[in-house]
């Protein structure tokens, strides 16, 4: 059906505060990847999910980064008491199984003041 | 998973084919060559892979050379919604005995494709 789909689209928070970031993936894709993507910058692989296996958390920045998925739907990445380097879009990507080719989503584009 | 060196920047005229080419010369045996771009505000899109052969969808045509050294991502009438950031990236399928998760794709700085009038 549908590709992979972010929300917010956009997002503006102070300083200090948490942000939740959501995405869905395509249906029936087992596995899910967080990047993020500073302006003018590459790709930064955050958090990786497969299945019921324990998640590879070796891209994230700082214990203020974290994400959940529940099963093989919808995942959140959270960013507690936010950074103005956290700026940046936060891109979701899936995939049929690990090792499959990625779809990505069109992305949180985050900004932190 | 093997590095690969693009060109920074490549111009194309409108209607002419596109040519982007790709280096990977440390890629391994089980390694495939994936092409995503990413259109100016857009997340990435998927364009083609390949392993060995050359392969072609709707989108575009990839060359493998034999030797698997290098490859080139061809886009046969270029149009003005073609200008992008190219991406070739080199990834094994799976994860590996340690339990190193290949899964991730990680991105170099690109081809910046300008298609001009």
């Known amino acids: 059906g549908a590709g992979v789909s972010q929300s917010p689209s956009n997002k503006v928070t102070e300083k200090g505060k948490d942000v939740e970031l959501r995405c869905d993936p395509i249906s029936g894709h087992t596995a899910l990847y967080w990047y993020r993507q500073r302006l003018g910058q590459g790709l930064e692989f955050l958090i990786y999910?497969?299945?019921?296996?324990?998640?590879?958390k070796s891209g994230l920045p700082s214990d203020r980064f974290s994400a959940e998925r529940t099963g093989e739907s919808v995942s959140t990445l959270t960013i507690q008491r936010t950074q103005q380097e956290d700026s940046a879009v936060y891109l979701c990507?899936?995939?049929?199984?690990?090792?499959?080719?990625?779809?990505f989503g069109p992305g949180t584009r985050l900004l932190v003041l | 998973d093997a590095k690969t060196t693009q060109p920074p920047s490549m111009d194309c005229a409108e209607g002419r084919a596109a040519n982007l080419p790709c280096n990977h010369s440390?890629?391994?045996?089980?390694?495939?060559v994936y092409w995503y771009r990413q259109i100016h505000s857009q997340g990435p899109q998927y364009i083609i892979h390949g392993l060995k052969n050359n392969e072609t969808n709707e989108m575009a045509s990839l060359i493998i050379t034999e030797d698997r050294k290098s490859s080139t991502l061809i886009l046969p009438h270029a149009t003005l919604r073609d200008t992008a950031v190219y991406y070739c990236i080199v990834r094994a399928p799976r994860t590996n005995a340690g339990g190193t998760s290949y899964g991730k794709l990680t991105f170099g700085q690109g081809t910046i494709l300008t298609v001009h009038p």
């Open positions: 440390t890629i391994s045996g089980n390694e495939y």
């Open positions: 999910f497969q299945g019921n296996s324990a998640p590879d």
């Open positions: 990507a899936s995939s049929v199984s690990r090792g499959g080719t990625q779809y």
